[in-house]
């Protein structure tokens, strides 16, 4: 199983960027995928959620601003943020659950007030 992450960079407050965590080893299209993030200090926590048929779920805290999605074609999931915050400052995983925990080596996004 791998899952690698990528489009994360430093964004100004407001700005946008749009993550995809490119996966394989596994049957992609049947499995949920998670976005979590982790700042400094503090706890990872869940972010989005996006089932096999396409049902999406998000925190409290970034609801309106983050959109998550996924194509099954290319054995990925995507996190679009718009809107950013200083407080969305962490690094991003991918993740998803095969029993156990996968998890993608994150990437970082940086929002500057």
């Known amino acids: 199983v791998q899952l690698q992450a990528s489009g994360g960079g430093l964004v100004q407050a407001g700005g946008s960027l749009r993550l995809a965590c490119a996966a394989s080893?596994?049957?992609?299209?049947?499995?949920?995928m998670n976005w979590y993030r982790q700042a400094p200090g503090k706890q990872r926590e869940l972010v989005a959620s996006i089932g096999s048929g396409g049902r999406s779920t998000y925190a409290d805290s970034v609801k309106g601003r983050f959109t998550i999605s996924r194509d099954n074609a290319k054995n990925t999931v995507y996190l679009q943020m718009n809107s950013l915050k200083p407080e969305d400052t962490a690094v991003y995983y991918c993740?998803?659950?095969?029993?156990?925990?996968?998890w993608g080596q994150g990437t970082q996004v940086t929002v500057s007030s």
């Open positions: 993740n998803t659950v095969l029993g156990t925990p996968y």
């Open positions: 080893g596994f049957f992609f299209n049947i499995r949920t």
